[in-house]
């Protein structure tokens, strides 16, 4: 027999194009099934969740519909804010059409093999950064998620989780390094799901926003979800048992809505949302710190290292900025070229 043919880049893509538009022109005739005067007047309405064709949608009242999409709608997310139509009757498990998608405020993205960036989230308000010091304290991944907030446009809160467990000999060290952050203007909230050391303080921060929870394996995100904001585990759970699947297998972005108002916007590929790859002026402006020396180096072309006359190198010198956040900059464009 001979060797099985390995398609190239080019034909995974028209292949993966082709088969949208299958399923949209069949997903399409679906959404065709009623005619305009049997459906019901235009109304708001949430994404709660996208699979593929048809989506989750929240009335004003707090009931889910699933919904058909119009071809005329390109991009649909969880969070978007939505104008649909509620149809007379169930059929195929549809309950309406959605006719037209608002602007967005903000949206979450992430590379995809074949559309580039790809939206995954929209209309986030807030992405709290989870750190802890088991595993590690890191304040370069924290950089890196904050490059990540100021591109996207959304408020960055950064979570200190298990304070309990951090002992003398790096409390200097942790403290030291979230007083920087501080010192920027960013809001730290230092918490412990196991004593409950700040949970109150983290779950008022959720009140009336639309929020991602972000941060590496091992941080507690689950145990902070199900510390401050119960009623989304309890939700998340009961999702896990009717599927059948285990907690957190799907990708899926799902809203979870708060009983004091906003909501959760979760799923395990937003959770450990990274730094996508950026051109290098857009991490250099995700360093806020960095804004008021920007422009003023010696020579237009400044790669912030060992130029001479470099406005950000002087600054450190003279303790106008943090010699760790400089350092961090340069770790994250030097993993740009490895990647």
Same mark, same amino acid.
């Given at each position: 027999?001979?060797?099985?043919?390995?398609?190239?880049?080019?034909?995974?893509?028209?292949?993966?194009?082709?088969?949208?538009?299958?399923?949209?022109?069949?997903?399409?005739?679906?959404?065709?099934?009623?005619?305009?005067?049997?459906?019901?007047?235009?109304?708001?309405?949430? @994404? @709660?969740?996208?699979?593929?064709?048809?989506?989750?949608?929240?009335?004003?009242?707090?009931?889910?519909?699933?919904?058909?999409?119009?071809?005329?709608?390109?991009?649909?997310?969880?969070?978007?804010?939505?104008?649909?139509?509620?149809?007379?009757?169930?059929?195929?498990?549809?309950?309406?059409?959605?006719?037209?998608?608002?602007?967005?405020?903000?949206?979450?993205?992430?590379?995809?093999?074949?559309?580039?960036?790809?939206? &995954?989230?929209?209309? @986030?308000?807030?992405?709290?950064?989870?750190?802890?010091?088991?595993?590690? /304290?890191?304040?370069?991944?924290?950089?890196?998620?904050?490059?990540?907030?100021?591109?996207?446009?959304?408020?960055?809160?950064?979570?200190?989780?298990? &304070?309990?467990?951090?002992?003398?000999?790096?409390?200097?060290?942790?403290?030291?390094?979230?007083?920087?952050?501080?010192?920027?203007?960013?809001?730290?909230?230092?918490?412990?799901? @196991?004593?409950?050391?700040?949970?109150?303080?983290?779950?008022?921060? /959720?009140?009336?926003?639309?929020?991602?929870?972000?941060?590496?394996?091992?941080?507690?995100?689950?145990?902070?979800?199900?510390?401050?904001?119960?009623?989304?585990?309890?939700?998340?759970? =009961?999702?896990?048992?009717?599927?059948?699947?285990?907690?957190?297998?799907?990708?899926?972005?799902?809203?979870?809505?708060?009983?004091?108002?906003?909501?959760?916007? =979760?799923?395990?590929?937003?959770?450990?949302?990274?730094?996508?790859?950026?051109?290098?002026?857009?991490?250099?402006?995700?360093?806020?710190? /960095?804004?008021?020396?920007?422009?003023?180096?010696?020579?237009? =072309?400044?790669?912030?290292?060992? =130029?001479?006359?470099?406005?950000?190198?002087?600054?450190?010198?003279?303790?106008?900025?943090?010699?760790?956040?400089?350092?961090?900059?340069?770790?994250?464009?030097?993993?740009?070229?490895?990647?």
């Amino acid at each position: 027999m001979g060797q099985k043919r390995k398609l190239t880049k080019g034909q995974q893509r028209r292949m993966h194009a082709n088969q949208s538009k299958r399923l949209a022109k069949s997903e399409q005739s679906k959404s065709d099934q009623w005619s305009d005067d049997q459906l019901g007047p235009l109304q708001p309405g949430r @994404v @709660v969740s996208r699979f593929g064709q048809h989506v989750d949608i929240l009335d004003n009242q707090g009931i889910t519909y699933r919904c058909n999409i119009r071809r005329a709608v390109k991009s649909l997310v969880t969070g978007d804010r939505v104008v649909w139509r509620k149809a007379p009757t169930q059929e195929q498990g549809m309950q309406g059409v959605v006719e037209a998608v608002e602007p967005r405020d903000s949206e979450l993205c992430r590379p995809d093999i074949y559309d580039g960036l790809k939206p &995954v989230a929209a209309n @986030v308000d807030q992405i709290f950064i989870v750190s802890s010091s088991q595993p590690a /304290f890191s304040d370069q991944i924290i950089d890196r998620y904050l490059v990540a907030c100021a591109d996207a446009g959304i408020q960055a809160i950064i979570v200190m989780n298990k &304070v309990d467990l951090i002992d003398a000999t790096e409390a200097e060290h942790i403290n030291q390094r979230l007083q920087v952050y501080v010192d920027m203007g960013y809001k730290v909230i230092r918490v412990s799901a @196991v004593t409950g050391e700040g949970i109150e303080h983290l779950r008022d921060s /959720f009140v009336g926003k639309v929020s991602v929870l972000v941060g590496q394996s091992g941080v507690g995100k689950s145990s902070l979800i199900d510390k401050a904001l119960p009623e989304v585990s309890l939700v998340i759970g =009961d999702i896990s048992t009717g599927s059948g699947l285990g907690q957190h297998t799907t990708t899926v972005a799902r809203w979870y809505p708060l009983n004091e108002g906003g909501a959760l916007i =979760d799923s395990p590929g937003i959770r450990e949302f990274g730094l996508w790859h950026l051109a290098i002026e857009r991490i250099t402006l995700g360093f806020i710190d /960095f804004h008021p020396f920007l422009g003023t180096c010696k020579f237009r =072309d400044c790669k912030h290292g060992n =130029d001479p006359g470099c406005a950000l190198q002087q600054a450190v010198a003279e303790g106008k900025l943090d010699e760790g956040r400089l350092a961090n900059y340069h770790r994250i464009i030097d993993s740009l070229d490895k990647n």
